[in-house]
């Protein structure tokens, strides 16, 4: 599949996944996908954590509430480090959102659904601290963000969109091409 | 090109480009890229101003101090609203690092170069506020990054990158495959 073809077709799955498991291979070219995105100053303030242990899944579920995307038979948890670039500019929510946003599409051509979940789990009851502290993260990192991984048994419900015209120009804002 | 091959090839350039134009029909492929990446809660906050005549890119880079990728024949102008998705909860971030991260994909696959330029023009010097008020953005909108789009004349210059075992792990924090 071609990259403009994946960009496309990529969208957030929130249905049910069948139970089949996602073989490492796979899960480690979308791992490689997520390392291979830009960050600011090359700081690489992201990591990965790759689940696909029956029990640890179970446990990781136990603690988001309401549950979501609990049928998925692997799941990426993206963690992330808040070190400054340069001077105090820290870039490492551009960092996580271009790592996640390459495993997405690497997840489209290898066949599987997911949905980028972050609010659910950032929220003021803290769902990512539970799960960081389930996984063994260490303090100075923050989990910040999981992707389900699997194959859809639903149907895509694609989200409505912006015109074009309404969103992208040419030259000046708000002009045609 | 598949995608999983546009992220490895994918790479900040910073060297001379050939002047040729972009075409428009590219131009428009790579637009629609970025507006087709996710956003919180559908919110599409990213805006986008393609660049291609040659007396605004003049202008531009006169404002851009120091000057880079001064020899692009075009330039994406990435654009940010910065409002809620749900009560205190903004997204635009990550809605347009996800989308800058499509378009540098899509720009690999059409065979041109580019780098995602943020920290120099949104410095204390607000270069970035200048260049919004040469391409006529109103003020609910915050230009944040842009992207030279061009043929590369130089060859690419990778970044060293930590070996993956110290990024990523599966199932706990630290384990290997």
Known sequence: ??????????????????????????????????????????????????????ETLRRLHGVIVPDVAATAPAMICVLTRRVCAYRDRCFAVQDYAAAIENML???????????WIE??????????????ELLG???????VA??????ALDAAAPVGKLPFAERAWFNTFGAGA
Chains 1, 2 share one sequence.
């Not at 999981?146 to 194959?151: E, H, K, N, Q, T």
């Open 1 to 54: 599949m071609n990259t403009i073809e994946a960009i496309r077709q990529r969208h957030s799955y929130r249905g049910r996944y069948d139970g089949a498991p996602v073989p490492r291979e796979d899960l480690l070219r979308i791992l490689e996908a997520g390392l291979a995105a830009p960050s600011g100053c090359n700081k690489q303030t992201t990591s990965l954590i790759a689940v696909d242990e029956p």
């Open 105 to 115: 599409l690497a997840i489209v051509e290898l066949g599987y659904a997911s949905c």
């Open 119 to 132: 609010g659910h789990i950032t929220d003021e009851d803290r769902i990512c601290d539970r799960m960081a």
């Open 137 to 143: 993260v260490p303090r100075e990192y923050e989990l």
């Open 146 to 151: 999981f992707l389900p991984v699997g194959r």
